[in-house]
C-alpha cells in the first residue's frame, strides 16, 4: 500500500462558512453548542480556528502533498466514494454518541416521556424516576409562559435529560452466569449504546437519537453508513478522533469481520490526531507498506516525542494530559525515537497551546 492509496475524508468544518452553517443547524451536534455566540468560539486563542480547523487543514495539505487522496467537508457520498477507489480510508469526523444531553429533547413533555418509557420493563424504573424526580410544573411545561410555572421548571430539561442519560450509561448489574454456562461480558459502550438505542425507539418524535456519525451533509445511523460502504471493501476503515465503538462493532458484525477498523477508547486531541495521520502517510511514502504498523508507529513515535518534551521541559499539566490521551490509545511504548520533524511540529503545537492559556 502507498499514499494513494489513502483517501483522508474530513467531516467537520474547517472554515469559518461551514463552521457558521453548522452550528446554527439544528440537524447537526456536534457545533449546536457555538449557537449562542459562534464568532468568539471559532477565534479566540485556543479555540475552535487554532485547535481543530487549522491543524485539519494543515493534516489535508500535508497528507495531499504525499499523494494521499484528500477531501474536506466530506460527505456520505464521499464515503461511499472513497470505499470503491481506496484500501485505506481515514474518517475524521464527530460521533454522537449514546449520551442524552437536554438539546436531545425535541418536547419537553416528561409525562409523555414517561408515559412512553412505561411500555419496556428495561424501562419501566426510569419512568417511575421521572414521575417522582421531577418538579410538577414540568409535567405541564406548554403553560410554562405563566411566569412562575417557568420559574419553577426552568431547569426541568436538563434534569430531565439527567434522569434519562444516566439510565442509559450507568453501569449494567453484574448476573452470574447459569450453571454450566459461559460469563457474558459487554464493553460499557456497547450497553449504553443498545439502551440508547432503546430510548430512540421508544421516544421517537420527542427525542433526537444517538449513535450517529456526522458529517458534512449530517447526521447518519451505522445502517446507513454500513449501506454507503462499498460491499467489496475489504481494507482499513480509521476511525479517527471519534469514540465510534457502536459504529465499528455495527460494521464488523454486518461484514462478518472483512474490515480492519481503527478506533480509539478516547477521542485524540484534533492537532495530535493529524500529526499522527501526516506521520502515518509519511512513512508509507518512505515504503512502509502495511497501513496498520504504519499507523501503529506513527502513535508510538508520537508518544515518544511526548515523552521526549516531558524530559526537557519538566511536564506542566498539558503534557501530561497529551501523554495520558496517547497511552490509552497506545497501551505501551515501543520505545522508537521521534523523527525531528515530529519533534519540531510537537514544540509548535504545544507553543500554541501554551500561549491559548
Given at each position: 500500500m502507498?499514499?494513494?492509496s489513502v483517501?483522508v475524508?474530513?467531516?467537520v468544518?474547517i472554515?469559518w462558512?461551514?463552521?457558521?452553517?453548522?452550528?446554527?443547524?439544528?440537524?447537526?451536534?456536534?457545533?449546536?453548542r457555538?449557537?449562542a455566540?459562534?464568532e468568539?468560539a471559532?477565534?479566540?486563542?485556543?479555540?475552535?480556528a487554532q485547535t481543530v480547523?487549522t491543524p485539519?487543514?494543515a493534516?489535508?495539505?500535508?497528507?495531499r502533498?504525499l499523494g494521499?487522496h484528500c477531501?474536506?467537508d466530506a460527505?456520505?457520498?464521499d464515503?461511499?466514494?472513497?470505499s470503491?477507489?481506496?484500501d485505506?480510508?481515514?474518517?475524521?469526523?464527530?460521533?454522537k454518541?449514546?449520551?442524552v444531553a437536554?438539546?436531545?429533547?425535541?418536547?419537553?413533555?416528561?409525562?409523555?416521556i414517561a408515559?412512553r418509557?412505561?411500555?419496556?420493563?428495561?424501562t419501566?424504573t426510569v419512568?417511575m424516576?421521572i414521575?417522582?424526580?421531577?418538579?410538577r410544573?414540568?409535567?405541564?411545561?406548554k403553560?410554562?409562559?405563566?411566569g412562575s410555572l417557568?420559574?419553577?421548571?426552568?431547569?426541568g430539561?436538563k434534569r430531565?435529560?439527567?434522569l434519562l442519560?444516566r439510565?442509559v450509561?450507568e453501569?449494567?448489574?453484574?448476573?452470574?452466569?447459569a450453571p454450566?454456562?459461559?460469563?457474558?461480558?459487554?464493553?460499557?459502550e456497547?450497553i449504553a449504546a443498545?439502551?440508547?438505542?432503546c430510548?430512540?425507539?421508544?421516544?421517537?418524535?420527542?427525542?433526537?437519537?444517538?449513535n450517529?456519525l456526522?458529517l458534512?451533509?449530517?447526521l447518519v445511523d451505522?445502517?446507513?453508513v454500513?449501506a454507503?460502504?462499498?460491499?467489496n471493501?475489504?481494507?482499513v476503515l480509521?476511525?479517527?478522533?471519534?469514540?465510534?465503538?457502536a459504529?465499528?462493532?455495527?460494521?464488523?458484525?454486518?461484514?462478518?469481520?472483512?474490515?480492519?477498523i481503527?478506533?480509539?477508547?478516547?477521542?485524540?486531541?484534533p492537532?495530535?490526531a493529524?500529526?499522527?495521520?501526516?506521520?502515518?502517510?509519511?512513512?508509507m511514502a518512505?515504503g512502509?507498506h502495511?497501513?496498520l504498523?504504519?499507523?501503529?508507529?506513527?502513535?508510538?513515535?508520537?508518544?515518544q516525542?511526548?515523552?521526549?518534551?516531558v524530559?526537557?521541559?519538566?511536564?506542566?499539566?498539558l503534557?501530561?494530559?497529551?501523554?495520558?490521551s496517547?497511552r490509552?490509545?497506545l497501551?505501551?511504548?515501543?520505545g522508537?525515537?521521534?523523527?525531528?520533524?515530529?519533534?519540531?511540529?510537537?514544540r509548535?503545537l504545544?507553543?500554541r497551546?501554551?500561549s491559548?492559556?
Open positions: 502507498t499514499p494513494a483517501a475524508l474530513v467531516g468544518p472554515e462558512p461551514a463552521f457558521l452553517r453548522a452550528a446554527f443547524d439544528p440537524q447537526r451536534d456536534y457545533l449546536r457555538f449557537a455566540d459562534p468568539p471559532w477565534s479566540r486563542p485556543g479555540g475552535y480547523a485539519l487543514r493534516l489535508l495539505e500535508q497528507a502533498g494521499a477531501i474536506a460527505r456520505l457520498e464515503l461511499a466514494d472513497a470503491r477507489r481506496f485505506a480510508v481515514i474518517v475524521l469526523a464527530h460521533w454518541g449514546a449520551g437536554a438539546e436531545d429533547l425535541i418536547v419537553i413533555d416528561a409525562a409523555a408515559g418509557l412505561d411500555a419496556d420493563p428495561q419501566a419512568a424516576q414521575r417522582s424526580s421531577l418538579p410544573s414540568v409535567f405541564h411545561h403553560l410554562a409562559a405563566l417557568l420559574r419553577s421548571a426552568e431547569d430539561p430531565l435529560a439527567s442519560n439510565h450509561l453501569p449494567a448489574p453484574a448476573a452470574e452466569p454450566g454456562a459461559f460469563r457474558v461480558l459487554a464493553r460499557p456497547t443498545a439502551r440508547r438505542a430510548l430512540d425507539t421508544l421516544l421517537g418524535g420527542l427525542l433526537r437519537p444517538g450517529r456526522e458534512a451533509d449530517g451505522a445502517q446507513t454500513d454507503h460502504i462499498a460491499a471493501f475489504d481494507g480509521d476511525l479517527t478522533s471519534c469514540e465510534a465503538h459504529l465499528a462493532n455495527h460494521l464488523d458484525h454486518q461484514r462478518f469481520g472483512a474490515l480492519r481503527v478506533q480509539f477508547e478516547r477521542p485524540l486531541v492537532e495530535m493529524a500529526i499522527t495521520i501526516v506521520r502515518t502517510v509519511q512513512r518512505d512502509e502495511d497501513y504498523h504504519a499507523r501503529t508507529q506513527a502513535l508510538h513515535e508520537v508518544f516525542a511526548v515523552e521526549t518534551e524530559a526537557r521541559t519538566g511536564a506542566g499539566r503534557l501530561l494530559g497529551l501523554r495520558r496517547l490509552r490509545s497501551g505501551q511504548s515501543l522508537k525515537s521521534p523523527s525531528q520533524s515530529l519533534g519540531q511540529s510537537l509548535r504545544l507553543r497551546r501554551r491559548a492559556q
